[in-house]
């Protein structure tokens, strides 16, 4: 049987960050109930191609997933395993951002299947997340890896940012170490884009942030890539680092034009040679 995965879009956070771009808004209870029930309807249309496929990845991105309440999480994925055929070890990732989780969110998406989390930490320097528009605080994003852990789900990624405002390369690699400390199977590390439309890029434009220079901005990279490997980190895409056989089999599986499907704003899909 051929392999599938599905991405689900959550388009809701608690707050706008700074540099985000990315289809999200705050919602409210109202709007998020009626967003995943128009979901789930979304996800019954194309049952037609669950006899073909089999998923082996599920991918639950945003916005936010865990700023909305955990059991719509938990719907959305009985109504997946309703429509399709999951593979027995299938990857369930969920993304999270430590200031929206609590023990009982992380043992409910563990009981609901979910066995990784991806949680977005981007700078474990207060000033630096506050510059961002974070609704989290360095401490938040170690307590919450610990509740992660306690749940039982030891397979995490940390999205972590590069090229910050008033960021210098020691204060990010001290940040970098910090994540390292954390124990995690995977790193991404992202370099700041200036988005269009964003606060952060308002800011930019008045002359009221400095940016690292470009140089400043590509040592972060090298230093960051040569840490991690050093810490047995392996890069496998430009962004992405994990231990050996932590990669993210989801994000593979676009690089490889294995075929997916996309439900929610802004989600698209690539299955049957048509995308
Ligand atoms: C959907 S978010 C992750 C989950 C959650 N929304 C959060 O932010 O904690 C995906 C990741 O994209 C990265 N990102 C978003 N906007 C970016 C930008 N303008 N430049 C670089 N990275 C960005 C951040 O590292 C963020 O964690
Ligand atoms: S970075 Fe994450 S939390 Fe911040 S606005 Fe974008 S999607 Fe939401």
């Known amino acids: 049987m051929k392999k599938l995965g599905i991405y689900v879009h959550i388009p809701f956070c608690e707050k706008k960050c700074h540099y ?3 289809t999200s808004i705050t919602g409210n209870n109202e709007i998020i109930r009626n967003y995943v029930n128009a979901l789930v309807k979304e996800i019954r249309l194309y049952k037609v ?11 639950i991105g945003g916005g936010t997933p865990s700023a909305i309440d955990e059991y719509y999480i938990r719907d959305i994925l009985d109504e997946i395993r309703n429509y399709f055929i999951l593979e027995e070890n299938c990857e369930i990732s969920i993304e999270v951002n430590p200031g929206t989780i609590d023990k009982k969110k992380i043992l409910s998406y563990k009981d609901a299947g979910v066995n990784r989390i ?14 961002l528009g974070r609704i989290h605080n360095p401490e938040d994003v170690t307590k919450s890896i610990q509740i992660v852990k306690e749940a039982g789900i030891n397979n995490i990624n940390g999205d972590l940012m590069f090229g910050l405002p008033h960021q210098n390369i020691d204060s990010f690699i001290e940040s970098l ?13 992202y370099g700041l884009i200036i988005e269009e439309g964003t606060l952060m890029n308002y800011w930019y434009k008045k002359g009221l942030i400095n940016l690292p220079d470009e140089d400043d901005e590509r040592t ?16 496998y895409e430009i962004s992405n680092f994990s231990i050996p056989d932590f990669e993210c089999r989801h994000n593979i599986g676009y690089w490889k034009l294995k075929p997916y499907l996309g439900f929610g704003i802004s989600a698209h899909s690539n299955i049957d040679s048509k995308r």
């Not at 170490?177 to 590390?189: C, D, F």
Request: charge should be negative; aromatic fraction near 8%.
């Open 118 to 131: 991806s949680m977005g930490i981007q700078s474990m320097k207060a000033n630096e997340l506050a510059l």
């Open 20 to 22: 985000c771009d990315f």
């Open 220 to 235: 972060m990279y090298h230093h960051g890539r040569r840490i991690l490997e050093e810490h047995g980190f392996k890069q």
């Open 49 to 59: 191609h669950s006899t073909d496929y089999l998923v082996d990845t599920v991918f």
């Open 177 to 189: 170490n910090e994540v390292i400390q954390l124990n995690l199977t995977h790193i991404s590390m």
